[in-house]
């Protein structure tokens, strides 16, 4: 990284501290986020509003960033074996998860290299199989429709909803907003 920046992500460095204050002091209009110790934040999110001023802090996101995909997903591939993902449905939190060599319902769709293939063109089906992609959009949702009503016994409303066509997000905003369900924009069902 040009004018040495420090890479690590453990812990903010005592370098990149420095040297985001000095940034700081020349661009007055950075108005960054800190921590409760009185630093500069150095997340990625946090950075970006830096990189944007500051050509050396941006390849610094760049490397976090590809760093990232290499260390959580790359490293996992290999050649000569295959990929499985372990399903486990209704977690405490109501959700769905992928374990096992990678969570294959989030795969990242950054590009590995600019202007060159996601991380999701590395998977390849074998030799006389194909993929099939689906997004269930609601899957958890139905799956806890259907327990709630099957397996706890606690009525059906909430899979009616789901069987009548209904968009259980939509739905959850409108009764959480107290707007008509035809009012409820994208932003308030994909923050519901």
């Given at each position: 990284i040009d004018q040495?920046?420090?890479?690590?992500?453990?812990?903010?460095?005592?370098?990149?501290?420095?040297?985001?204050a000095k940034?700081?002091?020349?661009?007055p209009e950075i108005q960054p986020e800190m921590t409760a110790t009185g630093k500069i934040r150095v997340k990625m999110g946090d950075l970006e509003e830096f990189a944007q001023f500051v050509p050396s802090i941006q390849k610094l996101v760049e490397y976090r960033t590809y760093n990232k995909l290499l260390s959580t997903y790359v490293k996992k591939l290999?050649?000569?074996?295959?990929?499985?993902?372990?399903?486990?449905?209704?977690?405490?939190?109501?959700?769905?998860?992928?374990?096992?060599?990678?969570?294959?319902?989030n795969l990242p769709n950054e590009e590995l290299k600019e202007g060159g293939v996601t991380l999701k063109q590395c998977l390849k089906p074998t030799k006389g199989h194909v993929f099939v992609a689906v997004d269930y959009s609601t899957i958890?949702?139905?799956?806890?429709?259907?327990a709630w009503k099957h397996q706890l016994g606690f009525g059906g409303s909430m899979l009616d909803a789901i069987n009548s066509g209904r968009d259980m997000h939509t739905l959850i905003a409108s009764e959480v907003l107290g707007k008509p369900y035809d009012q409820v924009t994208k932003a308030e069902r994909k923050a519901s």
């Open positions: 040495g920046v420090p890479v690590s992500e453990a812990g903010p460095s005592k370098a990149l501290q420095r040297y985001l940034i700081v002091r020349e661009h290999n050649r000569k074996s295959r990929v499985y993902g372990e399903f486990r449905y209704l977690k405490r939190s109501g959700r769905t998860s992928c374990c096992g060599g990678l969570n294959l319902q958890e949702l139905v799956t806890l429709g259907w």
